[in-house]
């Protein structure tokens, strides 16, 4: 019988105890952010602390100190991985781009070419579904990523949709290199019907945009170590809480 089949379980995942728990630990995280990227399931993210801490449990990691210790590097790792996954999802040439609009429109966004360096971005919007009786005042509006500051403003002429639809189109020339947030509105007198954040054009090389959204989700990943570093506490907490009720039981 080979070897390891005569090792008791605990015993092999004891002498194993780091690379077991590396596996553990990250191949749920992973699939937890395959999920958040592929299908916009922004809770899952939040269970990769709980499967590192379940791992550490597992494995036979005790302490504060410990688990920070086997914790944190985790983290950074699926940081990292999170960025791979995303790069070559993200850094795409996208023709068009449904969205929603606020009133319950619809609205079809092209950018032209949507990545790479370029010194002339076209952009449009094909609005759908908009009232024949009602002037509106389109507009683009470009910001800058991840601050959102006003890059661009374009405003067009006032016009109405006498066939439900309004198609908007400019080309927007020299842009600083960097990653772009496009917004189509329409205003009118009752209010405005409008895009959200568009993604594009990304006007730069693909490595650049690689360390953009690595600095980008440094605020989520740090979220993660937050809140992993706080379900330790009240781990050991409540692990106090149930000794003391046991030893005044007895």
């Not at 991985?81 to 079809?108: D, K, Q, R, W």
């Not at 842009?175 to 329409?186: D, E, F, M």
């Not at 379900?231 to 106090?240: E, Q």
């Amino acid at each position: 019988m080979d070897k390891v089949q005569q090792e008791p379980r605990q015993k092999f995942i004891r002498k194993r105890s780091p690379i077991v728990f590396f596996i553990i630990a990250v191949i749920p995280s992973v699939i937890f952010e395959l999920l958040y990227i592929y299908f916009g399931l922004y809770e899952m993210l939040f269970a990769i602390p709980l499967s590192i801490f379940v791992s550490l449990h597992y494995t036979g990691y005790w302490g504060i100190k410990v688990r920070l210790k086997h914790g944190i590097p985790v983290i950074i790792v699926l940081w990292i991985l999170f960025t791979a996954i995303a790069v070559p999802i993200s850094y795409v040439n996208i023709n068009t781009i449904s969205e929603p609009t606020t009133h319950n429109g619809s609205v079809v966004v092209g950018i032209s070419p949507y990545t790479g360096y370029n010194s002339t971005h076209d952009i449009y919007a094909n609005f759908t579904g908009l009232s024949p009786n009602v002037t509106f005042h389109p507009s683009f509006t470009i910001y800058t990523s991840p601050d959102f500051q006003n890059q661009s403003y374009i405003s067009f002429q006032n016009a109405t949709a006498p066939h439900g639809y309004m198609n908007l189109s400019h080309t927007f020339t020299n842009l600083p290199a960097g990653t772009y947030y496009v917004v189509a509105t329409l205003n009118y007198s009752k209010g405005n019907i409008t895009t959200g954040f568009v993604r594009g054009p990304i006007n730069q090389d693909e490595f650049s945009y690689t360390l953009f959204l690595l600095y980008n989700y440094i605020p989520l990943f740090g979220l993660i170590t937050i809140l992993y570093i706080a379900g330790l506490f009240i781990a050991r907490s409540l692990s106090n809480s149930a000794s003391k009720r046991y030893l005044y039981s007895r």
